[in-house]
Every structure is written in structure tokens, then in C-alpha cells.
């Protein structure tokens, strides 16, 4: 499968990669529902919530937002009765896909061919602005007043995540790559479904070889780390978890050039994975290693290892320090092309 040049993949169009994955374009905002200090602690009706926000969309922005039922997500909080006052009754989340009308061109200008800086600089100034349109908005839910807050999530927000790499590089922190210039290289990406990192009709769980094919697609792979994600959303009593334990999957990819892991945590932040035949939009979280990952678990198994009684025999100290030592990839291209798994 040929990959188009990733510097130039504007934020709007469709990146398609092996096995059958996709990454599409679209803007999540994340969303907090407080109550105004006149309003009566309740629970919030959630379908009169969506009502409101999507009427809003619809009727108030310079380019009407049709939003589908499963875009719109809001999850109360569990307990009123532990709430503060000033706590949020819910949290929510607003994916908005239909992106084709950035694509669009001014009149006089349709045989002009607009590069990736400018739809990226298009995709940006919308997003703000969408932001700003629903920041703060009330919402009259039948007598019941309720304010909005709005913001970008951190692993959309690409020029956040490059400022905060800078300012650590100026200062000279530790855990990037290897030599004199610090620059960061690893990637961590969670909640991704697990089957699609699979081997298929072979097992459910995620390949590395399999992983390995996918993300070579953006440059030379240093080391990969593949395992199970179970990190719970909850913690804040604010409805279900997103993450289910064995169901999603957490990838840590280093590459071997800094621009390599520029380009793909670019191209990462603002999509959701999809796969062929599957109506699943997975929306996982991305970040950049701000620790040294890969060195630190080699670190962390030496210490496990240093730390077994003297006692054991050798077979069995071995053995144990295997199960302690971490899986890191040494695949190259080459390698990739030799090994083949079932389709």
C-alpha cells in the first residue's frame, strides 16, 4: 500500500493504512455541564441536553452542524448527594466528522489547489471558533439553567503538545533520544481495540508483528511495546469507564527520526480509527513520552532481576527474569517482508 507523503496530509483527508485501518479526520470537544447557582441539584436529563446542543449546532453557527445520536455522549455524575457545589453535574464529548466543507474553495479560486499549511491553518481557526461559539453557552433545559464549558482535549491538541516538548528541550530534561540534542521520539497511544491489532482467525490479542506492519507506515521503528490498556476513566464518579480491561490496547512506538515522530503524532491527533467492514470509530488518546519509556522498563526489569534471592537456581532465575524483561521490537523493513501472518 503506497502512503502518501505525511508532512504534506492536510488535517481533512483520510490516511489509509495496512489491515484494513483508517484514519479519519474529524473535531472532538470535550464537554462539561455546570448548574447556575439559581438551578435545583438534579439529575440532568441527558436527552434534553442533547436537544438543546444539537439545536444549537444546527441553528446558531455560520455553517449549520448536523450531529449524529452516538457523537454526542454525556455521562452524569453518579451521587449528587457527595457533589460540591461548584462540581460539574455531567461531563460529555462531541465528535464532529462531517469535515468536507473546509475542503470548500471561494469563489474565483476553484483551480487553485490548496496546500497542507493552509487547511491545516483553515481546520484550526474553525475549530476555535467553534470552541468559543459553545464555551460558556446556557442551556434552558424546561426551567432547569446550565452552563457549558468547552475545550480541545490534550491529545488533539498537536501545537500544545509541541510547545510543551520545546520548552522541556530548552531545559534540558531528561528521557528523549539518545545523543546531544533532546528531542522527543516515542509515542503512547491508548484505547485502541485490541482485535485490530490482532493476527486474524490466530488470536484476539494484539500482535506486535501485526502492530509493527501498521506503524512502520510512518517511518523507521526503533522499539514497540504492545499490552493490554485497562486504565479506568472513572475515577472522577462521573459515569461508566471508557476502557474495558482486554478489550483495548495500549501502543508505545519509538522511531528512529525525530520527524518520523513529529509527522505521526501530528497526523494522530484530530482522527479516529476505523476499520473496514466495522461501524466502530475508536477515539483513543495520544501523547508524547515525556519519560524515557523503552530505557526506564529496561531499567525497572534489571532491578526486579537484581532483586530475586540469591537462592534460586539458575534455570529458575532466568526464567523469572524473562517474564520481568519487556518485549521491544527489533524488527527493520526488511524483516516485515520475510515474516508473513495468516490473513
Avoid at 515525556?290 to 534455570?315: C, D, I, Y
Amino acid at each position: 500500500m503506497s502512503i502518501p507523503p505525511l508532512d504534506s496530509l492536510p488535517p481533512t483527508k483520510t490516511l489509509e493504512l495496512e489491515n484494513g485501518l483508517s484514519l479519519v479526520p474529524r473535531v472532538k470537544l470535550e464537554l462539561t455541564v455546570h448548574p447556575t447557582p439559581s438551578s435545583v441539584a438534579k439529575q440532568i436529563d441527558e436527552w434534553k441536553l442533547k436537544r438543546a446542543l444539537t439545536e444549537f449546532l444546527k441553528n446558531s453557527l455560520s455553517v449549520p452542524i448536523e450531529v449524529p445520536e452516538e457523537d454526542l455522549v454525556f455521562r452524569r455524575f453518579k451521587d449528587l448527594k457527595k457533589r460540591k457545589r461548584e462540581d460539574p453535574v455531567a461531563h460529555g464529548t462531541l465528535s464532529i466528522r462531517d469535515l468536507g466543507f473546509l475542503n470548500g474553495k471561494r469563489r474565483g479560486d476553484e483551480d487553485k489547489e490548496e496546500d497542507a499549511k493552509e487547511l491545516e491553518k483553515k481546520f484550526t481557526e474553525w475549530r476555535k471558533y467553534i470552541v468559543e461559539k459553545l464555551d460558556g453557552i446556557e442551556l434552558n433545559l424546561e426551567g432547569d439553567q446550565y452552563k457549558l464549558s468547552v475545550a480541545v482535549p490534550a491529545s488533539d491538541d498537536f501545537p500544545g503538545m509541541k510547545k510543551s516538548w520545546e520548552e522541556a528541550s530548552a531545559f534540558g530534561n531528561r528521557g528523549f533520544s539518545r545523543g546531544g540534542r533532546q528531542e522527543p521520539d516515542t509515542i503512547v497511544v491508548r484505547g485502541l481495540p485490541s482485535r485490530w491489532f490482532a493476527e486474524p482467525r490466530v488470536s484476539s490479542k494484539p500482535s506486535m508483528l501485526v502492530t509493527h506492519t501498521i506503524f512502520s507506515a510512518f517511518g523507521k521503528i526503533r522499539n514497540l511495546s504492545v499490552v493490554e490498556d485497562d486504565q479506568d476513566k472513572a475515577a472522577d464518579g462521573i459515569g461508566g469507564g471508557d476502557i474495558i480491561s482486554g478489550l483495548h490496547c495500549k501502543i508505545v512506538v519509538q522511531f528512529e527520526k525525530h520527524t518520523d515522530f513529529c509527522n505521526t503524532l501530528r497526523i494522530l491527533c484530530g482522527r479516529s480509527l476505523q476499520k473496514q467492514g466495522s461501524r466502530l470509530k475508536a477515539d483513543y488518546d495520544v501523547t508524547w513520552s515525556k519519560e524515557g519509556f523503552f530505557q526506564n522498563a529496561r531499567n525497572q526489569a534489571v532491578e526486579k532481576s537484581s532483586r530475586m534471592p540469591a537462592t534460586l537456581g539458575g534455570h529458575h532465575r532466568n526464567e523469572l527474569r524473562n517474564r520481568v524483561e519487556p518485549y521491544i521490537s527489533r524488527f527493520n523493513s526488511e524483516d516485515t517482508r520475510r515474516k508473513r501472518f495468516k490473513e
